[in-house]
Each structure stands twice: as structure tokens, then as C-alpha cells.
């Protein structure tokens, strides 16, 4: 008769704290941490406040949260995979990508002449992971004051390269991430070259905007400073802004 009375008294502290659960409200955070309380506010999309069991209010923005779980906390549910042959690669993490970019900027010499340059790129490549996507680019750059600067009387130089980029921080949840890309190979009519960018990317995880502050480094022919006019193999800087969309 005792061990009857306490299996019907375990089971009735069970319902009892099942039951307190259900009243409550749950907030997952981006941060891995989960708030339990009383939902007081919650706009979609941009949102959400809790009084907390320890009585405290707090407020989150649509992109700290993660979900919102009303009563008991559920299980999160499974993403089932579309059926057909069909792959929609912006759905996912890993596949194909590509970008066009347009930057402009102008050569870093302090107290001597500098040139402005131009360029359209287009890269392609294979994204393996938020952080890192890999890739080839070609493009057409336009050098500005080119005949007191390169000694080249082309103005026109057609860069391919190899591009490795990647987010610095996840873009789920996010609008706005920073981003790195690094660019390395030749240019017709110039040489080697190599250019590091950082700067933010606007969008969606498989569909952004970017803006971007780029170092050129370019090995080229130039004008050797004497009386008599001759060309020496040079290794000049350039600062330049670049603007591109990515998908």
C-alpha cells in the first residue's frame, strides 16, 4: 500500500511540474542560452520581450532570437529535404557561387605622381562553408594617367587570379557580417599581383551585397627616375573601394 501511495505521489509532482512548464514561455538565443518566463511583447521580425522566472524584463532584438517557444519547449523540428531532382543551391551551405565586383581606387606614393585605376571582375567558385569559399576571377582594369606612371602605353590590363573569401562571423540570423577575400595572380601587360579586402556583406547567406575597402599590390613596368627615360620592373601600391554582389 505504501509503494501505491508513492508511485501516486510521484506521478502526481510530475503532472504538477509538467503543468507549471506549460505555463511558461521560452526564448532561445543565438548565444546558445534559453530564457524562461512570461512572454510580455513580441513583434515579429523585430522583437520580443520576458518577464524571467527571477522577475527580471528582457528585451531582444528579431536577431539575437533564435525561436520562441510558447508553453512547454518543444523539439525542433527536422528540415526535410525537398524531393526531386531540382537542388536549389541557395539553400544551402556548401555549392556553387559567383560575384560581380566593380572597384575604383588610386596609388599610394607620398610626394610623387600617382595614378587612378579602375576594374570589373566577375569570380566564380565553390562555397565550402560560411567561413571559407573558394574561387577564379578575370576582369578588365583601366589605368587613369597611365603614360607619367607605367611604362606601358596600353591602358587597359586584363587581371586573373585566384580568390579565397569567407565571413568572419555566421550568417544565420544576421543581415550584415564582415567578410575577407584574398585575391593572387597576374595581370596582362603588368604582373603578378596580390590584393587583400575586408569589409561588410548585406544580405542574405546565399545572396548579398558587398562594400569593401582592397590593398593592391602590382609588380609592373614603370618609368625609372633619371634624365634619360627608361624602364625598370616596380612593385607599386594602390588603395582602392570596392562594391560587388555575391550569390
Not at 511583447?41 to 532584438?61: D, H, L
Not at 510558447?70 to 560575384?99: C, I, L, Q, R
Not at 585566384?162 to 565571413?167: F, H, L, M, S
Amino acid at each position: 500500500m505504501k509503494k501505491l501511495i508513492s508511485l501516486v505521489a510521484a506521478l502526481l509532482v510530475c503532472v504538477v511540474a509538467y503543468a507549471q512548464d506549460s505555463d511558461f514561455d521560452y526564448v532561445f538565443l543565438n548565444n546558445g542560452s534559453v530564457v524562461k518566463g512570461i512572454i510580455e511583447n513580441e513583434v515579429e521580425n523585430v522583437s520580443v520581450t520576458i518577464r524571467a522566472t527571477n522577475g527580471e524584463v528582457y528585451t531582444y532584438k528579431a536577431v539575437e532570437v533564435r525561436k520562441v517557444a510558447h508553453g512547454k519547449a518543444p523539439k525542433t523540428p527536422e528540415v526535410k529535404k525537398p524531393s526531386g531532382s531540382h537542388v536549389d543551391y541557395t539553400k544551402n551551405e556548401t555549392g556553387f557561387w559567383f560575384a560581380a565586383e566593380l572597384q575604383g581606387g588610386v596609388t599610394v606614393r607620398p610626394n610623387k605622381h600617382n595614378m587612378q585605376f579602375g576594374e570589373l571582375d566577375v569570380v566564380a567558385g565553390y562555397r565550402i562553408s560560411d567561413y571559407v569559399r573558394v574561387g577564379v576571377g578575370i576582369g578588365g582594369r583601366y589605368y587613369g594617367g597611365n603614360h607619367d606612371f607605367r611604362a606601358n602605353s596600353g591602358e587597359f590590363s586584363v587581371p586573373i587570379y585566384a580568390n579565397v573569401r569567407g565571413n568572419f562571423i555566421p550568417t544565420e540570423y544576421r543581415k550584415v557580417v564582415p567578410y575577407y577575400s584574398f585575391d593572387l595572380g597576374g595581370a596582362l601587360r603588368d604582373g603578378v599581383f596580390l590584393r587583400p579586402t575586408i569589409g561588410l556583406r548585406i544580405g542574405e547567406p546565399r545572396a548579398a551585397f558587398l562594400i569593401g575597402i582592397s590593398y593592391l599590390g602590382q609588380s609592373t613596368k614603370m618609368w625609372k627616375d633619371d634624365p634619360k627615360p627608361t624602364k625598370e620592373d616596380k612593385f607599386f601600391s594602390g588603395v582602392s573601394l570596392k562594391i560587388g554582389y555575391e550569390f
